[in-house]
């Protein structure tokens, strides 16, 4: 069945699976943008052809060169996509978080290409194989139409952020970047890394260190082990809009 062969490939990667409570399960996929406006009996039919599975944090979900299309739908956790240089570096293109998809599957837009998926934290994921995804498409186009525009919003940020690295300092985009992490100031940014600040930013662990130095000595942040709180968020807003200086 698709859901076996579903479990198969997230199983290639990821801890061991289950299909937990259906209830739950379902619960959290009508929650989902993308599937609001679905019944419940076609949200009984997207419960039965995926698969609920569990990856810990920095575990490979998915890889270049896995066999077959496939979605995600990321439950809970946070997932980075991201490439490797032909030295072995890091660049994270993007970070996604709960509540909506990834994967590779061409017929909603959503390739992977060379990117790698990795558990930026403990997730929980329900894995739809193609032939479901197609079915699903063509009987509620709001659902692909959903998907488009969450893709779309995708490449504006990936966009924005090549923008930011032809125009602006390595300070002024880790401030632009700890404004996204931290909700606009909302909440502390906790289980961080400077390497994982620096994988996002396509720049080296030393320079981030540097710039969350100048940053915490001009007030604009305090650093705690794995923690970032802003402390004077117009500062940082600031900081996030100054232009490289030639």
Do not use: W
Not at 89 to 101: H, Y
Not at 148 to 163: A, N
Not at 177 to 198: F, M, P, V, W, Y
Request: negative net charge.
């Amino acid at each position: 069945s698709a859901a076996g062969q579903a479990t198969a490939v997230a199983t290639s990667t990821t801890v061991p699976t289950t299909r937990g409570e259906p209830s739950n399960k379902i619960a959290y996929l009508s929650a989902m943008r993308i599937f609001r406006d679905l019944s419940p009996d076609e949200m009984k039919m997207i419960d039965a052809s995926t698969v609920m599975t569990t990856a810990k944090k920095d575990k490979i979900i998915y890889m270049p060169g896995e066999s077959g299309e496939i979605l995600f739908f990321l439950k809970k956790g946070s997932v980075h996509l991201y490439r490797l240089s032909s030295e072995g570096r890091k660049l994270i293109i993007q970070t996604v978080g709960p509540m909506t998809f990834f994967g590779e599957m061409a017929v909603v837009g959503q390739q992977m290409y060379d990117l790698f998926a990795e558990a930026a934290e403990e997730c929980t994921v329900c894995v739809m194989r193609r032939p479901d995804v197609e079915r699903l498409i063509l009987s509620k186009p709001k659902v692909a139409l959903r998907m488009l525009e969450e893709i779309g919003q995708r490449m504006h940020d990936v966009q924005q952020r090549l923008s930011d690295s032809a125009f602006k300092s390595v300070p002024a985009r880790l401030a632009s970047l700890l404004l996204t992490l931290s909700n606009n100031g909302g909440h502390e940014i906790k289980g961080i890394r400077h390497q994982d600040l620096a994988d996002m930013l396509g720049t080296y662990r030393e320079t981030v260190s540097d710039s969350l130095g100048e940053l915490r000595d001009q007030g604009i942040i305090e650093l705690g082990r794995k923690e970032i709180i802003v402390d004077d968020l117009e500062a940082l807003r600031e900081k996030a809009e100054e232009e490289r200086k030639h």
